[in-house]
């Protein structure tokens, strides 16, 4: 088995990176991509776990992507040496954030809930802190029951304490993914929540911009629309690859480390007959 999308807590992940490789291991994934939202702070350690425990670690990063509709989220895979221009973007990310996070603390504070980002940042070190971290807190003042409670009536967009966070912008991550001598790749992008009858033109322009592959297969889609998401990214040129978008089990109970979309195991092709194509 190999695992193409996995996150730690470099971002909202509930594993260090090492964990990651220690469950990797137990499980006989040989190869994993970590890919922490706007972070590559976990790659290192993770790199080091690898070498240890004979697991091939792919070092990786996801972006969020500005966009009018859904999520879009771009995988960097394969970055090695972090550019001047991809850097930049993860600093600019973490400032936005930062003041992302001081507006929905103050929020919560108006309404009578007394969150602190000291509190935040005690609870969850060496962590980049976001809207997951801000649902652990609220389950843990009793303000909610569990984490989906917390996104569906405060986090959520459109909810009262939404905050609206700045991206990056497509052409600026696909440059920045390639000058780090990564492989940018569109992350489930049924999560785009695009028409089928838009998605092709989206994804031909993404294609036509640089992008080299999309995450067909992932837990959050069904099979069959993970069928037609590979038929439709061959069709255009791209490599496939796929993931589980694992969290950790607190986090999102429904994804298991080393599958993909109906529970499947991910097949090692997509490592070796996919990524290895493009890969510098």
């Avoid at 972006?63 to 970055?79: D, Q, V, Y």
């Avoid at 001598?181 to 929540?193: K, N, R, W």
Wanted: glycine content about 8%; proline content about 4%.
């Amino acid at each position: 088995m190999i695992d193409l999308h996995v996150h730690t807590t470099a971002s909202d992940g509930q594993y260090t990176p090492t964990q990651i490789i220690e469950k990797a291991a137990e499980k006989n994934i040989k190869v994993i991509a970590i890919t922490d939202h706007d972070s590559f702070a976990g790659v290192n350690e993770a790199v080091t776990a690898g070498e240890k425990l004979g697991v091939k670690v792919i070092p990786g990063i996801e972006l969020n992507i500005t966009f009018p509709t859904g999520e879009f989220h771009l995988l960097g895979l394969g970055i090695n040496n972090p550019s001047k221009s991809l850097t930049s973007i993860v600093e600019n990310v973490i400032k936005y954030r930062n003041e992302r996070n001081a507006a929905i603390i103050s929020k919560m504070n108006e309404d009578g809930v007394q969150i602190t980002l000291e509190e935040l940042l005690s609870d969850f070190p060496n962590t980049v802190i976001g809207r997951p971290h801000f649902a652990a807190e609220l389950v843990k003042h009793k303000v909610v029951k569990n984490r989906q409670q917390a996104f569906d009536q405060y986090l959520a967009r459109g909810r009262k304490w939404y905050v609206p966070r700045i991206c990056t912008n497509l052409d600026e991550a696909i440059v920045a993914i390639r000058e780090s001598g990564g492989v940018p790749v569109v992350a489930h992008p049924m999560s785009l929540y695009l028409s089928w009858g838009k998605l092709p033109d989206m994804l031909q322009d993404c294609y036509d911009k640089g992008v080299a592959g999309i995450e067909a297969f992932h837990p959050g889609a069904r099979v069959t629309e993970c069928l037609r998401l590979e038929e439709l990214g061959r069709k255009i040129g791209f490599i496939i690859t796929a993931g589980s978008d694992f969290h950790g089990e607190k986090i999102r109970a429904d994804r298991k480390l080393g599958h993909t979309c109906g529970g499947k195991k991910i097949d090692d092709k997509y490592y070796f007959e996919e990524l290895l194509k493009v890969l510098p």
